[in-house]
């Protein structure tokens, strides 16, 4: 079992920048893959990064890639996502959650997910 809070959401100007944290208690964190995933209203909940457990394989959704980066750091049960360039259609409620499976870019590989973090891009 694992608790995610996530946090770093907020308002910003299209071009600009945010970074979101998610932060884990329960169960060793160093033992699971992570992954973030994102929801506008009115869609469904869509993939957006993914990290294994070392940090040493990182995956991402055509939609971001070379504007988004996940990292990871196991001392601070942490693990963050840095978006660059942002567009409007990034703004979205953003979820972390925890791999439980093989299956790396669809929902129902995952479990454990936090609350959420608003993330709204004005333009």
């Known amino acids: 079992q694992v608790q995610l809070v996530e946090s770093g959401g907020g308002l910003v100007q299209a071009g600009g920048s945010l970074r979101l944290s998610c932060a884990a208690s329960g169960r060793t964190f160093s033992s699971n893959a992570m992954g973030w995933f994102r929801q506008a209203p009115g869609k469904e909940r869509e993939f957006v990064a993914a990290?294994?457990?070392?940090?040493?394989?990182?995956y991402y959704a055509d939609s971001v890639k070379g504007r988004f980066t996940i990292s990871r750091d196991n001392a601070k049960n942490t693990v963050y996502l840095q978006m660059n360039s942002l567009k409007s259609e990034d703004t979205a409620v953003y979820y972390c959650?925890?791999?439980?499976?093989?299956?790396?870019?669809?929902?129902?590989?995952?479990?454990?997910w936090g609350q959420g973090t608003q993330v709204t891009v004005s333009s």
């Open positions: 959650a925890v791999r439980t499976s093989e299956i790396i870019t669809e929902q129902r590989g995952y479990n454990y």
């Open positions: 990290i294994s457990r070392s940090g040493g394989s990182t």
